[in-house]
């Protein structure tokens, strides 16, 4: 019989029960992020996935790990969680296939004040979609409660993925050239960086309620910071199978150049032209309220683009039409040139209103 005054770990803010419940809630939502080579099912102590190394010549595993920054704190605040999840994914799986792997698995992981089963299952649910968005599988995750670390109704998230790409198709810097063309795809809108200075701006400095309806927004500010990262793995695939993709960029933390010149080889300048592309009203918002620098802004927020393409310019056209034809906006931003030392990327005009 146990006794009455003993401390349970309940009583200490862990609540198992609630943690069971919520499994079973995202079930439905995991069984919709899977593939053929998945093992099993939730509940083991280890996500188990069929490998056929028959389809490659020498394959290489590429895996990537990221989070979602402080983007959470926008739904948590709007008590809007079944997108957030998509971010996560999409900033994970983009990373793999700029090397050109194609994801297979991601796993996640979620801590938070408190388990709230719907919450935690609304959560899973976009990290699902965001799975199937990029044809790849969630065969595992973590949720872990974190009384007095977090509050009641914070939570972090991160994830991981596994993808395979053949040793001799790898992209990157060892295949750009001088005569290169830059393709870029359409960003969604901020999707998962730069939120930090978004909410300083944003919110404490000018004061906006996520509930206000901003006409140059045509929605409201909320609804336009929790808007989905663009997921652009199964499009830069079906690129990859279409023309000779030399490399691509994924537009993250230190914006359009810094990732460019990631994958710039030395001896190979880029320049970018912003003429060839209007940027969304929530950047000019950001740089009117907050006074902020345009060099500061490039290299903070993807100012509208996404995900790069590096090709040959003869590849330039079927390119476009390969990426049009899936719905992607894109377009030619700019050129590679021959130049000296470490390859740099320099943007020149300004951005059509």
Not at 57 to 74: C, E, F, M, N
Request: hydrophobic letters at 45%; charged letters at 20%; glycine letters at 12%.
């Amino acid at each position: 019989m146990s006794d009455p005054d003993s401390i349970t770990y309940a009583a200490a803010g862990v609540d198992i029960e609630a943690g069971d419940r919520a499994v079973e809630l995202m079930k439905a939502s995991v069984r919709k992020a899977s593939r053929p080579e998945v093992v099993g099912g939730l509940g083991g102590f280890a996500g188990l996935f069929r490998f056929d190394a028959a389809r490659y010549r020498q394959p290489l595993l590429a895996t990537s790990t990221d989070g979602v920054g402080t983007k959470v704190a926008i739904a948590q605040a709007m008590d809007k969680h079944d997108t957030i999840g998509i971010d996560l994914v999409g900033m994970v799986v983009d990373d793999l296939v700029v090397c050109g792997a194609e994801p297979l698995f991601m796993t996640d992981y979620i801590a938070c004040g408190k388990v709230v089963p719907e919450r935690i299952a609304a959560i899973v649910s976009g990290i699902a979609e965001g799975c199937r968005q990029a044809g790849c599988a969630l065969i595992g995750g973590e949720t872990a409660e974190h009384p007095g670390l977090l509050g009641v109704d914070e939570y972090d998230l991160a994830g991981a993925g596994t993808g395979v790409v053949d040793e001799g198709s790898v992209l990157g810097a060892q295949r750009v050239r001088d005569d290169d063309v830059v393709i870029a795809m359409a960003s969604s809108g901020l999707h998962s960086n730069g939120y930090s200075l978004t909410r300083h701006v944003l919110l404490s400095r000018a004061g906006l309620a996520l509930d206000a309806h901003v006409d140059e927004l045509g929605r409201t500010l909320g609804e336009e910071l929790l808007v989905p990262t663009r997921v652009y793995s199964l499009d830069c695939l079906a690129l990859i199978n279409a023309v000779d993709v030399h490399a691509f960029s994924h537009v993250t933390g230190g914006g359009l150049a810094a990732n460019l010149d990631r994958v710039l080889p030395t001896g190979v300048d880029i320049e970018i032209d912003r003429t060839t592309w209007a940027a969304a009203p929530i950047f000019g918002l950001i740089q009117r309220l907050g006074d902020v620098a345009t060099l500061e802004l490039e290299r903070t927020l993807n100012m509208g683009v996404g995900m790069v393409a590096l090709v040959a310019a003869t590849d330039a056209d079927h390119a476009l039409d390969v990426l049009r034809g899936r719905g992607v906006s894109a377009w030619v931003a700019g050129h590679a040139r021959a130049g000296h030392g470490p390859g740099t990327t320099t943007l020149v005009g300004a951005h059509r209103s």
